[in-house]
């Protein structure tokens, strides 16, 4: 079956360490994007990317990078340089052909920063 | 910018309707609809273009008011299946293409009672 995957569900980290999240799709999508969820708050856009080796920072990059060296794989690494890390992250993927398409999401990395 | 959905919240009981609106202060391509239940990933249900063009489900309706850079969802005769937290992501018209970037309200919480 086609989706997307991320892994893994829950994460626990140590305040200082960089963490990298995984987030993986199968469905040839050539855009993907990395959403940042507070509780009880909407998505923020931390970076997307709408082709290989290529990415734009979102609304809230400060803290964080990404890399896209395969269509199917857009991991983000939390740096310790965020500082209020720990939150719901959900990556989603679309089909990129300029005209709007849906989101698709993954079900997300519940990250806790100790 | 943040669009605007109101209300922030919606209680009914099974077959009753419900109307959640999105205003954005900015020009927009289009805005996109979707559902999300606790703990899990949003789903898409609708996505509304400048222009008339939508796409989406066939038992979700939804309007788009061009000249006031607003947009409705109508959910009529509620099911309990319709108890989620809905968000409005808006896109921006920018040199008339589509770049994928949204950016999502707050939420609204709908909560159906049998």
């Known amino acids: 079956d086609g989706g997307i995957t991320q892994s893994p569900k829950y994460l626990f980290r140590k305040e200082g360490q960089n963490v990298t999240l995984s987030c993986e799709q199968n469905?040839?999508?050539?855009?993907m994007y990395w959403y940042r969820q507070d509780p009880g708050q909407g998505l923020r856009l931390i970076y997307y990317?709408?082709?290989?080796?290529?990415?734009q920072k979102g609304d809230i990059a400060e803290g964080y990078s990404v890399s896209r060296e395969k269509k199917e794989s857009f991991p983000l690494t939390v740096t310790s340089a965020q500082k209020n890390p720990t939150a719901f992250y959900l990556c989603a993927s679309s089909i990129y052909s300029g005209k709007a398409n849906e989101q698709f999401f993954g079900p997300g990395t519940r990250l806790t920063v100790l | 910018q943040q669009p605007v959905q109101s209300p922030q919240a919606v209680i009914l009981r099974e077959g009753e309707d419900a109307v959640i609106n999105c205003s954005s202060s900015?020009?927009?391509?289009?805005v996109h609809w979707y559902r999300q239940k606790h703990g899990e990933a949003p789903v898409f249900l609708m996505i509304?273009?400048?222009?008339?063009e939508q796409k989406g489900h066939e038992k979700i309706s939804a309007s788009f008011n061009e000249k006031k850079q607003q947009s409705s969802l109508y959910l009529t005769a509620s099911q309990l299946s319709y108890s989620g937290t809905y968000f409005c992501g808006t896109e921006r018209w920018l040199r008339g293409t589509s770049y994928g970037k949204l950016t999502f309200g707050q939420g609204t919480i709908l909560t159906v009672h049998p």
């Open positions: 509304l273009l400048k222009g008339g």
């Open positions: 990317s709408q082709i290989v080796n290529d990415f």
């Open positions: 469905l040839n999508h050539d855009a």
């Open positions: 900015k020009a927009l391509y289009s």
